[in-house]
């Protein structure tokens, strides 16, 4: 049997004063392990202060949001007019960053027809559908348009060619601001230098305010022929209502259809001057 007091086991001081303010008792300690209760209490005040673990807060790694940081870039109409096709001017457009519209589109939006049209269609700015497919005029607007078209045996795989003032949808399908059609004014006409238009129907306010430089009313500019001149040549235009506007207001329908009539007169009869598909 192994003995309860073996005369090799022993405590330090500081050992024995830690169990005495615990209130353990130790009649198993040999006689010269004891301490006298001076000691015990001189070795608890000379014992150093035990720190207490500091907590640590849970690690909480908060998640960094993916900005995308875009440089706006200037565009010069010296540069753009430099562009020798429309293969190269799409390009441009569709890596252009001169205005916040950059940010937000799925993709820049170029024009779709023939070359040499004997009409270029303008509108204002690509809509949400034309930002998803990545056309210019698709759905109901786009739909109406092609029946106007049709309507003086015109059409955008035959004869026509459709476009618009800016190249990026604008949030929210708000209105072009100065600034967007200003950074796209550039790309428009070399598209129209390019395309080299027989006619041109400008649709909606802004399309036509944007190509004729003037702040006029729509009305006032719709009731009369107007013409821009494109390098060495003189184009003449019409102006009429948006397709999304008419199909809000189809009781202007008829006039829509008075402006068609005179854009059919100016393109001399028969209508048409067919091109290249792009």
């Not at 353990?24 to 207490?52: D, T």
């Not at 235009?237 to 397709?243: E, H, W």
Request: charged share 15%.
């Amino acid at each position: 049997m192994t003995d309860p007091h073996p005369s090799t086991l022993s405590l330090s001081a500081l050992q024995i004063a830690w169990l005495a303010e615990l209130g353990i008792e130790k009649p198993w300690l040999p006689a010269q392990a004891a301490l006298p209760a001076q000691h015990v209490g001189e070795a608890v005040r000379k014992s150093p202060p035990q720190p207490r673990p500091a907590k640590q807060a849970p690690a909480v790694v908060a998640a960094k949001p993916v900005v995308q940081k875009i440089v706006q870039t200037t565009v010069t109409p010296e540069h753009v007019a430099s562009l020798a096709d429309f293969a190269a001017l799409s390009a441009a457009v569709h890596a252009c960053t001169a205005c916040g519209l950059c940010s937000a589109r799925q993709q820049a939006i170029m024009g779709e027809g023939v070359t040499q049209p004997a009409i270029m269609v303008v509108g204002e700015a690509p809509g949400e559908q034309d930002d998803r497919q990545g056309q210019a005029f698709v759905g109901r607007p786009g739909v109406l348009l092609d029946n106007m078209l049709a309507a003086i045996q015109s059409g955008r795989g035959h004869d026509a060619y459709v476009t618009t003032i800016i190249k990026c949808r604008p949030t929210g399908n708000r209105n072009p601001r100065p600034e967007e059609v200003a950074a796209c004014q550039p790309y428009l006409m070399r598209e129209i230098a390019l395309q080299q238009p027989f006619t041109i129907l400008a649709l909606g306010r802004f399309a036509a305010q944007a190509l004729l430089g003037s702040e006029e009313p729509l009305q006032a500019l719709r009731e009369r022929t107007h013409s821009i001149q494109v390098g060495a040549r003189t184009i003449p235009l019409v102006v009429s209502y948006n397709p999304s506007y008419l199909l809000s207001h189809p009781n202007e329908k008829a006039a829509a259809w008075k402006d068609l009539q005179r854009l059919k007169a100016l393109c001399r009869a028969p209508l048409g001057r067919s091109g290249q598909a792009n």
